[in-house]
């Protein structure tokens, strides 16, 4: 029998999607913590090292834009397959390039891990295309959640082998946990057939990939709905170590508070995915549904983040509360924002529109931890920063209201 027969075989792609999910997106917070120790290592000033992640954003973007082009070329396996070695590899070639203090080889490995982004729209469409419709926002929470706790882990590991083993060590042991979860998950991906579209349908898609999405409003909202996700979880992922080590904090502490962040961040992006299905079971509309249950998450980010400045001020658990409700509120959202493509768009455009509202959503990525940390932080205006956090999350706020007036697919 095969393995997509089983009822359980969704799940399983959920379970093993989200591993990856946890230690991909560790290896950015692994990096953010050793900046100054690359800085030193390739006697360069810090923010040449965080220009070299911010080649990595630039290339986060650029792939999944590739994506839907990349996967109709070689198809699902090949294009996970590109994914992962473009996240994996680097993680054990980044230390030699800074050890023979090669800093353009740097920005090539960091580059590369930007590209393993292509794949990221496919795992998400093969969840919703394999799960059963009740649970999308449930299994797509849960994967999407992962990323998130990637982020805590990759500092808790910092900042537990670092002081102990270097900085070098930290890059191996990333590496490491990624390539041992990184196997099953590419052997147990299965493609699912797909009805053959009509000629004229055909037609249309051998032409421009893109083309039916980019006609549709509803891509565009669903893209202003995500930036805020991207903005705020870029700032507090690349930036927020960095602030706190700034504002006294060790590497010990630091690391706590990411994980903290990440931990909370999990819960509430399942949470959300729960509540999510549970309402659109019994909606007539269930993008309404959907929506405004979205925009609860970014109402409570924009309010965390005017906060903050004045949290970090009063020490250690007040900045951790703030920031937790913060990363709350946008992961929330995130926990049922990816239910709603395969409810606005039809089969033949789910994974086109996915992968493009994947690449516009996080044109911000590298933008943000630049404006937050390079641009602001670094000159001394952490509140500056912080408050755009608050701005992009009420522009996908009233995204998520306008969206909730668009009916479903059927």
């Known amino acids: 029998m095969k393995i997509t027969k089983y009822k359980s075989y969704p799940w399983l792609l959920v379970a093993c999607y989200s591993l990856l999910g946890i230690f991909f997106p560790a290896s950015v917070t692994q990096f953010s913590m050793v900046v100054n120790s690359l800085s030193e290592a390739l006697a360069v000033d810090s923010q040449v090292i965080l220009l070299a992640d911010t080649t990595r954003a630039v290339c986060l973007v650029t792939a999944m834009f590739l994506s839907s082009y990349v996967y109709k070329r070689f ?181 706590n508070l990411m994980l903290a962040i990440s931990f909370v961040t999990v819960v509430s992006s399942i949470m959300a995915g729960g509540v999510s299905d549970w309402f659109a079971m019994r909606a007539k509309n269930k993008v309404r549904s959907r929506s405004m249950i979205m925009a609860a998450g970014y109402a409570l980010s924009a309010m965390a983040a005017v906060l903050l400045p004045n949290a970090s001020a009063m020490g250690f658990l007040p900045l951790a509360l703030v920031s937790c409700t913060m990363m709350f509120g946008v992961s929330w959202a995130a926990g049922v924002f990816w239910a709603l493509p395969v409810e606005v768009y039809t089969e033949d455009d789910n994974i086109p529109g996915t992968a493009f509202c994947s690449g516009a959503a996080n044109i911000p990525n590298p933008i943000a931890p630049m404006v937050v940390g390079v641009l602001l932080g670094s000159n001394g205006h952490w509140t500056a920063g912080w408050l755009t956090c608050a701005l992009v999350s009420v522009l996908s706020l009233l995204a998520s209201l306008v969206l909730a007036r668009h009916k479903n697919n059927q």
Request: aromatic share 14%; hydrophobic share 50%; charged share 10%.
């Open 75 to 255: 198809g699902l396996k090949k294009t996970m397959a590109l994914g992962l070695m473009f996240q994996i590899l680097p993680q054990f070639l980044i230390p030699m390039a800074v050890n023979g203090k090669y800093i353009l080889l740097l920005f090539l490995f960091k580059g590369m891990q930007g590209f393993n982004a292509m794949a990221f729209p496919l795992y998400i469409s093969t969840i919703t295309l394999w799960m059963d419709k009740r649970y999308t926002a449930l299994a797509t929470a849960l994967f999407n959640g992962s990323f998130v706790a990637g982020s805590g882990v990759g500092a808790w590991i910092s900042g537990r082998i670092v002081p102990v083993l270097g900085w070098q060590a930290s890059f191996y042991a990333v590496g490491g946990i990624c390539l041992f979860f990184a196997i099953p998950a590419w052997l147990l991906t299965k493609e699912k057939i797909m009805e053959v579209p009509q000629k004229s349908q055909l037609n249309v898609l051998s032409k421009n990939v893109y083309g039916n999405v980019i006609r549709q409003p509803v891509t565009w909202l669903l893209i202003l709905a995500l930036i805020a996700n991207t903005w705020v979880c870029q700032s507090v992922t690349v930036d927020m170590s960095v602030y706190a080590n700034i504002i006294g904090y060790s590497y010990g502490q630091t690391g």
